[in-house]
């Protein structure tokens, strides 16, 4: 059996062998991400600490590979000071291996919202579709292009 067989072989047996596999991912290419968008930008870990509203010692942290745990929270915060979105979504290992092989710093650049014109130009129909409560809650109201799908559903969640 080949190195990459067995490996396979222990990932689909072994719910531990999933959990390091997928950490050990996000652990390297989270902080390779980090580190090639604040060069690309030409911030400082200090200029980019002070958007994120964090310590520059906490961006020096996150940007070495392996060496923190990533919550969502703080990646909402440092995707927030890049002027970028964060897309958590659950996924196929073949995504995974994708994601793995595919990640190149030479060529990974997001658009930030500020010259992001697909985004700009949707705004008006998510504005009517998402909109926020007093209370913090976002509140989906349905649009008329899914009006036929979802007829007259109003949705609340906590974020």
């Known amino acids: 059996m080949s190195d990459k067989s067995e490996r396979v072989a222990r990932l689909i047996k072994n ?13 390297t290419i989270v ?35 392996g ?6 929270e703080t990646l909402i915060r440092i995707a927030s000071a890049l ?13 995974m291996l994708k994601w793995e092989n595919g990640f190149d710093a030479g060529t990974f650049n997001p658009v930030t919202i500020d010259h992001d014109t697909d985004f700009s130009r949707d705004q008006v129909p998510m504005a009517r579709a998402l909109s926020m409560a007093g209370d913090g809650r976002i509140i989906t109201r349905p649009t008329s292009d899914t009006l036929n799908v979802h007829s007259n559903v109003t949705t609340t969640g906590h974020i």
Do not use: C, H
């Not at 531990?16 to 652990?27: C, G, V």
């Not at 390779?32 to 968008?37: G, S």
């Not at 060496?67 to 969502?72: D, G, L, P, R």
């Open 31 to 65: 902080p390779a991400q980090i580190r090639t968008l604040r060069f690309k930008y030409k911030m400082t870990q200090k200029k980019l600490a002070a958007e994120a509203d964090m310590k520059q010692s906490r961006i020096s942290t996150m940007e070495r590979p």
């Open 67 to 72: 060496a923190t745990q990533f919550n969502v």
């Open 83 to 95: 002027k970028l979105g964060l897309k958590v979504e659950f996924v196929p290992f073949n995504e």
């Open 15 to 27: 719910k531990k062998s999933r959990d390091s596999y997928t950490r050990a991912l996000i652990n």
